[in-house]
């Protein structure tokens, strides 16, 4: 069989259209969903710093569980009195990747 070079690019253009797309990573998420607008990941600015949360947090068995449903919810008084606001229209997995890459901090 004889291909040309148009139907050679059409089949690779098939093959990698096929593969499933690059997930987010949770430093990516984090950016997109605005979280870095009030945490930093070494320095407190309205929130506290990721890293101080996965201190906070480390070997809380309920840690992801308890951190995404703050995320999803918003919630005060843990860290000060000023609120974090709710995020629902952020999907439950990519909450439980943001919350993972930040627990991964420690």
Same mark, same amino acid.
């Given at each position: 069989?004889?291909?040309?070079? +148009?139907?050679?690019? /059409?089949? *690779? /253009?098939?093959? #990698? &259209? +096929?593969?499933? &797309? !690059? %997930?987010?990573?949770? %430093? =990516?998420?984090? $950016? $997109?969903?605005? *979280? !870095?607008?009030?945490?930093?990941?070494?320095?407190? @600015?309205v929130g506290p710093a990721f890293k101080d949360i996965a201190k906070k947090y480390k070997g809380n068995a309920d840690a992801v569980a308890l951190l995404s449903k703050k995320v999803k919810d918003g919630g005060s008084g843990v860290w000060g009195p000023i609120p974090m606001s709710p995020n629902k229209a952020v999907s439950? &997995? =990519? @909450? $439980?990747?943001? #919350?993972?890459? #930040?627990? %991964?901090?420690?």
């Open positions: 069989m004889k291909f040309t070079l +148009s139907t050679l690019l /059409a089949t *690779c /253009a098939l093959a #990698v &259209a +096929s593969l499933p &797309a !690059m %997930a987010d990573t949770g %430093a =990516d998420l984090t $950016k $997109k969903n605005n *979280c !870095m607008n009030c945490h930093g990941v070494d320095k407190k @600015i439950d &997995a =990519d @909450i $439980k990747v943001m #919350v993972e890459y #930040v627990l %991964a901090m420690n």
